[in-house]
C-alpha cells in the first residue's frame, strides 16, 4: 500500500503563486509515475500533471504557469503554481501508480491522497 498526504492550499489572490507538496509513504517507490488532479465544484475530476524518471506532462491550461517537480530522497513530489487564476480553485489530489508510463486517465492511478483544496479570488 501506498500512502498520500497533500499540504500547501489555501486561498490566494489571482495572479498570485502557491506550492502543493504530496508525501509519499508505505511501498512508495521512486519509479512510481506521480500526478495532480483537480476537481472544481461540480465538475469532473481533472488531470494537471505527472512526472516520473521519463519526463513530465502537464494539461494544456497549466502549461508555462504549474512546475511539477520530485524529491525522491523525500518521497515528496511538488506543483509550484505560479500566475493563478479563479479558474485553478479546485481540491488538489496527489495521485501514484505503480510503473513510469505517463498517463492522464484518473482511473488508471491506484493511489489517492486526501486532497487539498486551492482558492483563487479574483
Known amino acids: 500500500q501506498v500512502q498520500l498526504e497533500e499540504s500547501g492550499g489555501g486561498l490566494v489572490q489571482a495572479g498570485g503563486s502557491l506550492r502543493l507538496s504530496c508525501a509519499a509513504s508505505g511501498r512508495a517507490s521512486s519509479t512510481y509515475a506521480m500526478a495532480w488532479f483537480r476537481q472544481a465544484p461540480g465538475k469532473e475530476r481533472e488531470f494537471v500533471a505527472a512526472?516520473?524518471?521519463?519526463?513530465?506532462t502537464y494539461q494544456d491550461s497549466v502549461k508555462g504557469r504549474f512546475t511539477i517537480s520530485r524529491d525522491n530522497a523525500k518521497n515528496t513530489v511538488y506543483l509550484q503554481m505560479n500566475s493563478l487564476k479563479p479558474d485553478d480553485t479546485g481540491v488538489y489530489y496527489c495521485?501514484?501508480?505503480?510503473?513510469?508510463?505517463?498517463?492522464?486517465?484518473?482511473?488508471?492511478?491506484?493511489?489517492w491522497g486526501q486532497g487539498t483544496q486551492v482558492t483563487v479570488s479574483s
Open positions: 495521485a501514484a501508480r505503480a510503473g513510469s508510463t505517463l498517463r492522464v486517465g484518473r482511473d488508471e492511478y491506484d493511489y
Open positions: 512526472i516520473s524518471w521519463r519526463g513530465f
